[in-house]
């Protein structure tokens, strides 16, 4: 992150800080030097809230827990920027968060986010997870986790719950959206158990090469080039690569990726709230063997990079459906390394982007080049359902033209 962009959010987390410090009764001072860091209106929507705290600790009838009481101002002060994907995070949500992009955690093996009407809904399970196998899709509304229902600004502690134990039994009331625009309830119980997520694999496949990438995490690049490169050893005609369910990760992973398939010129521009932009590019190194990318609505974030600039390069046909249309970048790190006092972590929506055709992608996604739409009971996908796999059969034939 550059050195002025820093500078702007320590100065807005410093203001968060300060209102955590001002309701809990232990007085600050609200300058930095000679620079004064709130205005009028800021000190007293700040003093107002001190004042609320007062009428709590005078009137509340059950004891307060001052540690949940200031994480709750935290969220509560991010929460109020509108964006789902910006919030404060405890350290232990922080460090779960963390354990999920190492490729190694618990749970039934989602990937969820907020929508804008405050509902949880399911980006994408992840392949071969309990949830998976449990025929959890994207787009699944989760409405209620042990018979209580979860709105989208409870999302950590439905989160914690869905975590749990190995073997804890989780039950979940699914919404799912029907033909009619109507939803049907279902309800699901899926164990909880270990999942050890190694973000791709590949096969042979009637010739050609297969490779499914579920996430972009720390180690995905590694493992991406390893099996491209083995199936380069095996002769393989053309390469599919299946981006289909995967909610996105490290943008940096992708970039990487981008890096080794494409020619040399720009592969995604981000845009701050300054107008200010950087451009990730490519090398002149690329790879040439043909190619088809599937896509579908659970394909989001990192998976629209990569779509996208291949999109833009005609370097592959675009197969599937529209995908997800998440086309903001967030930093998260611990908040002290924004020079706030706290265990906890800060995650901020601090970037758009864009393809190298200068193309949007927020709230509108990648379109395929092939339209293709696999019937609503189909609940798995991939080499091992191709009978039922439209998407797949499709791409197979456009390789098998080239």
Same mark, same amino acid.
């Given at each position: 992150?550059?050195?002025?962009?820093?500078?702007?959010?320590?100065?807005?987390?410093?203001?968060?800080?300060?209102?955590?410090?001002?309701?809990?009764?232990?007085?600050?001072?609200?300058?930095?030097?000679?620079?004064?860091?709130?205005?009028?209106?800021?000190?007293?929507?700040?003093?107002?809230?001190?004042?609320?705290?007062?009428?709590?600790?005078?009137?509340?009838?059950?004891?307060?827990?001052?540690?949940?009481?200031?994480?709750?101002?935290?969220?509560?002060?991010?929460?109020?920027?509108?964006?789902?994907?910006?919030?404060?995070?405890?350290?232990?949500?922080?460090?779960?968060?963390?354990?999920?992009?190492?490729?190694?955690?618990?749970?039934?093996?989602?990937?969820?986010?907020?929508?804008?009407?405050?509902?949880?809904?399911?980006?994408?399970?992840?392949?071969?997870?309990?949830?998976?196998?449990?025929?959890?899709?994207? /787009?699944?509304?989760?409405?209620?986790?042990?018979?209580?229902?979860?709105?989208?600004?409870?999302?950590?502690?439905?989160?914690?719950?869905?975590?749990?134990?190995?073997?804890?039994?989780?039950?979940?009331?699914?919404?799912?959206?029907?033909?009619?625009?109507?939803?049907?309830?279902?309800?699901?119980?899926?164990?909880?158990?270990?999942?050890?997520?190694?973000?791709?694999?590949?096969?042979?496949?009637?010739?050609?090469?297969?490779?499914?990438?579920?996430?972009? $995490?720390?180690?995905?690049?590694?493992?991406?080039?390893?099996?491209?490169?083995?199936?380069?050893?095996?002769?393989?005609?053309?390469?599919?690569?299946?981006?289909?369910?995967?909610?996105? $990760?490290?943008? /940096?992973?992708?970039?990487?990726?981008?890096?080794?398939?494409?020619?040399?010129?720009?592969?995604?521009?981000?845009?701050?709230?300054?107008?200010?932009?950087?451009?990730?590019?490519? /090398?002149?190194?690329?790879?040439?063997?043909?190619?088809?990318?599937?896509?579908?609505?659970?394909?989001?974030?990192?998976?629209?990079?990569?779509?996208?600039?291949?999109? /833009?390069?005609?370097?592959?046909?675009?197969?599937?459906?529209?995908?997800?249309?998440? $086309?903001?970048?967030?930093?998260?790190?611990?908040?002290?390394?924004?020079?706030?006092?706290?265990?906890?972590?800060?995650?901020?929506?601090?970037?758009?982007?864009?393809?190298?055709?200068?193309?949007?992608?927020?709230?509108?996604?990648?379109?395929?080049?092939?339209?293709?739409?696999?019937?609503?009971?189909?609940?798995?996908?991939?080499?091992?359902?191709?009978?039922?796999?439209?998407?797949?059969?499709?791409?197979?034939?456009?390789?098998?033209?080239?």
């Amino acid at each position: 992150m550059k050195k002025g962009l820093k500078w702007v959010l320590a100065t807005i987390l410093v203001i968060a800080l300060m209102l955590g410090s001002f309701i809990m009764g232990n007085r600050m001072a609200i300058s930095s030097g000679d620079k004064v860091i709130l205005n009028r209106n800021d000190y007293e929507v700040f003093a107002k809230a001190e004042e609320m705290k007062s009428v709590i600790d005078r009137y509340f009838l059950f004891d307060v827990d001052k540690k949940e009481l200031k994480n709750g101002v935290y969220k509560g002060l991010f929460k109020g920027l509108d964006d789902p994907y910006s919030e404060y995070l405890t350290k232990e949500e922080f460090d779960s968060f963390m354990e999920s992009t190492s490729g190694e955690y618990k749970g039934i093996g989602i990937f969820i986010t907020v929508t804008e009407d405050n509902l949880i809904k399911v980006v994408s399970p992840i392949k071969d997870s309990p949830a998976f196998k449990a025929g959890i899709k994207p /787009d699944d509304i989760i409405y209620s986790v042990n018979g209580e229902v979860y709105p989208g600004d409870r999302l950590n502690e439905a989160t914690a719950i869905m975590k749990g134990k190995v073997g804890d039994k989780v039950k979940l009331v699914i919404k799912r959206k029907k033909s009619d625009d109507n939803y049907e309830n279902i309800d699901m119980e899926i164990t909880v158990d270990n999942i050890n997520l190694v973000t791709v694999d590949s096969k042979v496949l009637e010739g050609l090469g297969y490779i499914h990438i579920s996430q972009f $995490g720390e180690k995905t690049f590694d493992e991406f080039k390893e099996n491209y490169e083995g199936l380069k050893k095996k002769d393989v005609k053309g390469i599919i690569l299946d981006l289909r369910n995967n909610p996105g $990760g490290l943008k /940096d992973t992708c970039v990487k990726i981008a890096d080794y398939l494409l020619p040399e010129g720009p592969i995604v521009k981000t845009v701050d709230k300054n107008k200010k932009e950087e451009v990730d590019m490519s /090398d002149a190194k690329e790879e040439n063997l043909p190619m088809v990318v599937l896509i579908n609505g659970g394909s989001a974030s990192a998976s629209e990079i990569l779509a996208g600039a291949i999109k /833009d390069y005609e370097k592959a046909t675009i197969v599937g459906t529209n995908s997800f249309g998440k $086309g903001i970048v967030q930093t998260i790190a611990p908040a002290k390394n924004f020079g706030v006092d706290d265990d906890g972590a800060i995650k901020l929506t601090i970037q758009e982007y864009f393809t190298p055709k200068d193309k949007k992608i927020h709230k509108i996604g990648v379109k395929p080049d092939v339209q293709v739409e696999l019937s609503e009971d189909i609940i798995n996908f991939g080499p091992e359902f191709l009978d039922t796999d439209s998407q797949l059969k499709e791409a197979i034939k456009i390789l098998e033209k080239k």
